[in-house]
């Protein structure tokens, strides 16, 4: 740990709190005050932790990351939004960790639907906040959570009610205009019973900063989320986004993560699945140049009978290092479990790096677990097959490599988002491969 | 067509092909049997420019060019396709879009424009049928899961559409059912032309039934020790390779 760079941390914090939402709220003063004695005991997570120790966090402890004020919508450039911004979508936008009603697209939500930004949540409905914040994610857990409890700003509350469709995705567009800034966002996401949503989260910046995102997920009984997360950081920034969610009996849950920004960048999807509920988590990143890219996933089988699905896969280029830790937990009590874990690693570089690690633990006997993993270049007999059909060696490296990617992109519903997420994928391989009118 | 004088090949220090010699005039079609591991599919190998084999000497002469010094995609724009006998799955990359990119790239070697998109559907579609495939088979990933006889077919699908010139097709009957068989010939029976050379290497002479052969030669430890007409075929059938190979030893 730095210890200079916490107590500059705290220093500054004593400035910054009156700032911060919540501020009439004993509990939440609580909370925030216990996260920052941890944060300033322990500091950013050190390789030493077992869940940390592919990723070296150094390069956000050597900075101090300042959070910025509320912007005026009219700082930001409507063009770039726009091409970030789902069509038929509600859109919340948080600008450097501060909703923006200006830029946002509300109208038409259903009036049983609450969606509000967390500082409007914390000033009208505080009980309902006070029940779910920090009910999903365990600020002990490692100090990321707990810098983003003691820091946050702003987020996003959504509560749908009980059998209520939302038809539309919610999307949460998260902006970051700043240098040296951080964007501090805590993000409650409810779900009950029986009830239908869909949520794209979407981290994109330009400059140098450090996005710490929290989002806690509470799915109902028979109900059903997908979550979409699209995190595409400007490449000088720094990535900690942390998704929390427990599912309730029969509850049904699936995480697409498709991880393209950021110097480094670490995901935390982590799940606890009650009796015959069932998710699904999909991750596909690509790292070019020096970027490091970690997701780290944890699904615990508290109960019988639930369901495990996950395959992460990894394209990787020059000094790019990815990092995989897949951590399966089959409770005791968790009979009949049903898991399948797999994670694939395409290297297209003799200096990129695929660390993968994955971990079962399982306590119950009667159980179905299966995992694999994958670290390997192109195949050579594929590369020349193609080649035997017209196409040359590059152009065949490349619709190999788009093919191995796009399988992850493919299992995209919402049609906006596939293509917008395709056309990054597409941006990948800017001199030739993959026809896109020929799809 | 193809002119092949003395070729000898090696796989790291083992010869594996040593002094084939091989004439193939335009709309000949020539037939290559031999034993297991006698070198067909490595002469096959050769010809389209698959890695991992030195040539050590000799030559292969395509159309008055040096064959051997082509890289593979452009001897495969110039005209030259191999059925393989074990096609490869590419999931991700679907049948139709592999079709165009190969299409495609030999308009552009020959200094036309991109096929247009309804012309290449009804083309595609007609040869679709000629081999009596579905049509889902083309939205597919290329041969992936495919049977063994769907594979072979859709190798000499993707024949009929390029249209080449010189046609080496390895064991493209092994697997294939007797309608598949059938249905195949007639295909590649359909392709024929005075301008178009085939070279089938087969076990049987089954598809030599179909597809007549104006010469056969058998490939036995990496040479040509007897070449004929077409009765060769049924005389190998009859009494095995064991004949041919003691008359040379
Ligand atoms: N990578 C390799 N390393 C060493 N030997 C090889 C390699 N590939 C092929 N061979 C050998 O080369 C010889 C010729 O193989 P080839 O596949 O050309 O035979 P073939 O005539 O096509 O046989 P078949 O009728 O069984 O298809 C065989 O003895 C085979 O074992
Ligand atoms: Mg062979």
């Not at chain 1, 994610?137 to 959504?158: C, K, M, P, R, Y």
Request: hydrophobic share 40%; glycine share 8%; with cysteine.
């Amino acid at each position: 740990m730095n210890t200079a760079t916490t107590s500059r941390y705290a220093a500054e914090y004593q400035t910054i709190v009156p700032a911060l939402p919540g501020q009439n709220l004993p509990w939440l003063q609580a909370l925030r005050a216990e996260a920052l004695a941890q944060f300033s005991a322990q500091g950013f997570p050190s390789p030493r932790e077992e869940e940390w120790r592919y990723t070296n966090v150094s390069g956000i402890e050597k900075k101090l990351f300042a959070p910025l004020a509320d912007l005026t919508a009219g700082d930001v450039d409507v063009e770039w939004l726009k091409a970030h911004k789902l069509q038929d979508a509600w859109v919340l936008v948080l600008v450097n960790g501060h909703f923006s009603a200006e830029l946002s697209v509300l109208e038409g939500l259903p009036e049983a639907v609450s969606v509000t930004s967390m500082a409007d949540a914390l000033a009208t409905q505080s009980d309902k906040v006070e029940k779910y914040l920090g009910a999903a994610a365990d600020q002990a857990e490692h100090s990321f959570i707990a810098f983003n409890s003691a820091w946050f700003t702003d987020g996003l509350f959504v509560h749908v009610p009980t059998k209520l469709v939302l038809d539309r995705p919610i999307q949460l567009l998260h902006i970051v205009t700043g240098s040296d800034a951080m964007a501090t966002t805590r993000n409650i996401i409810i779900v009950d019973d029986m009830a239908e949503l869909k949520i794209v989260e979407t981290f994109v910046g330009v400059e140098a900063y450090l996005t710490a995102a929290v989002t806690e997920v509470f799915v109902g009984q028979s109900a059903e989320l997908t979550l979409y997360k699209m995190q595409s950081e400007s490449d000088k920034a720094y990535h900690f986004g942390g998704c929390y969610i427990k599912q309730a009996c029969d509850a049904r849950f699936t995480h697409h993560n498709f991880a393209f920004g950021g110097l480094l960048a670490r995901s935390d999807i982590h799940v606890d699945l009650d009796h015959a509920s069932e998710c699904e988590l999909n991750g596909l990143y690509l790292g070019v140049k020096r970027q490091h890219i970690d997701n780290h996933t944890r699904i615990k089988h508290l109960k019988p009978y639930a369901i495990s699905r996950e395959l992460y896969k990894g394209v990787l280029d020059d000094r790019a290092r990815g990092v995989f830790q897949g951590r399966v937990i089959v409770a005791e009590d968790a009979q009949k479990t049903d898991s399948q874990m797999n994670n694939r690693n395409l290297l297209l570089s003799d200096d990129a790096e695929a660390d993968t690690k994955p971990q079962l633990e399982i306590y119950a006997d009667d159980v179905k677990c299966a995992h694999g993993v994958t670290v390997g270049q192109l195949d050579e007999k594929s590369i020349f097959y193609l080649q035997s059909r017209c196409v040359d060696e590059e152009t065949a490296r490349n619709m190999l490599t788009f093919a191995f990617a796009n399988e992850m992109v493919d299992k995209i519903k919402i049609r906006g988002l596939h293509d917008m997420i395709l056309e990054q994928v597409l941006t990948r391989f800017p001199q030739q491969g993959v026809n896109k009118e020929w799809l | 067509m193809l002119s092949i004088k003395n070729l000898h090949v090696s796989i790291g220090d083992k010869p594996i092909l040593k002094g084939i010699n091989l004439e193939i005039k335009p709309g000949e079609i020539h037939a290559i049997m031999g034993p297991n591991g006698s070198g067909k599919s490595t002469l096959s190998h050769v010809l389209s420019g698959k890695g991992g084999y030195t040539v050590t000497g000799g030559s292969a002469t395509y159309q008055g060019k040096d064959l051997l010094e082509m890289a593979p995609e452009i001897r495969a724009r110039e005209g030259v396709f191999l059925a393989f006998q074990y096609p490869v799955e590419i999931p991700g990359v679907s049948n139709i879009y592999l079709l165009k990119a190969a299409l495609n790239s030999i308009r552009k070697h020959n200094g036309q424009s991109e096929v247009d998109a309804m012309d290449f559907l009804t083309l595609v579609k007609e040869k679709v049928r000629l081999l009596e495939m579905d049509e889902k088979f083309l939205y597919r990933a290329v041969n992936e899961g495919f049977s063994g006889g769907e594979k072979k077919r859709n190798e000499i699908l993707q024949m009929a559409i390029l249209e080449p010139k010189l046609c080496i097709m390895d064991e493209t009957d092994s697997g294939l059912d007797i309608d598949a068989l059938k249905i195949v010939s007639e295909g590649v029976n359909s392709l024929r032309s005075p301008e178009r050379s085939f070279v089938m290497v087969t076990h049987y002479q089954r598809l030599l039934d179909y597809i007549k052969p104006d010469k056969v030669h058998v490939l036995a430890h990496g040479q040509i020790v007897k070449s004929g007409g077409a009765d060769l075929a049924l005389e190998l059938e009859e009494k095995g390779y064991g004949w041919v190979e003691e008359a040379v030893a």
